[in-house]
């Protein structure tokens, strides 16, 4: 294992985001591509977190790892959820940490959100709120997408963010 160089995180602080809960904000602006924190996991034997860990709140908290689920430490484990993420995360299997990095430009005071993917087990506040936007705004729709609607469909592979 590599000696891994925390971060000085004074630009990120933890506040209430509403509905979400607690959630990762920025004081100041981060370009695209930055690497904004790196989280040690403590990692849960399969078995051990089959009888025990699934069955507490740490179950909202873990990522999937080799031989088992990661609890990732310090932010890691306070990113919330979007559907329009502006955080990915990389998963270093034999260092044991999760890379953080913004996937486009963050303004000051914009909340970090990564993904948890479609099969998410609680209520989606983004797609309650895109309803109500839908309901209000009805009799203004037509059958051209919108361009929300289709960049909301693309999805980049790492390839992609190379070229």
Not at 50 to 61: E, K, R, V
Not at 63 to 69: D, H, L, P, S, T
Not at 101 to 107: A, F, P, S, V
Not at 132 to 139: P, R
């Amino acid at each position: 294992m590599e000696p891994i160089q925390l971060f000085d995180q004074r630009s990120l602080y933890i506040q209430d985001c509403g509905p979400k809960g607690r959630g990762v904000v920025t004081r100041t602006h981060i370009a695209p591509r930055t690497t904004i924190d790196i989280s040690p996991i403590l990692l849960f034997p399969t078995d051990e977190y089959d009888q025990h860990g699934q069955h507490t709140q740490l179950d909202h908290y873990t990522y999937r790892w080799k031989g088992g689920m990661a609890l990732a430490l310090g932010l890691g484990s306070m990113f919330n959820h979007s559907n329009k993420a502006n955080v990915g995360f990389q998963r270093d299997f034999d260092n044991k940490v999760i890379r953080y990095t913004t996937l486009r430009e963050i303004q000051p005071n914009e909340e970090l959100c990564i993904s948890y993917g479609p099969n998410l087990w609680f209520p989606d506040m983004e797609q309650d709120e895109q309803e109500q936007v839908k309901d209000t705004h009805s009799e203004f729709s037509s059958d051209e997408e919108t361009e929300d609607a289709f960049f909301a469909k693309l999805q980049l592979s790492d390839e992609d963010l190379d070229a």
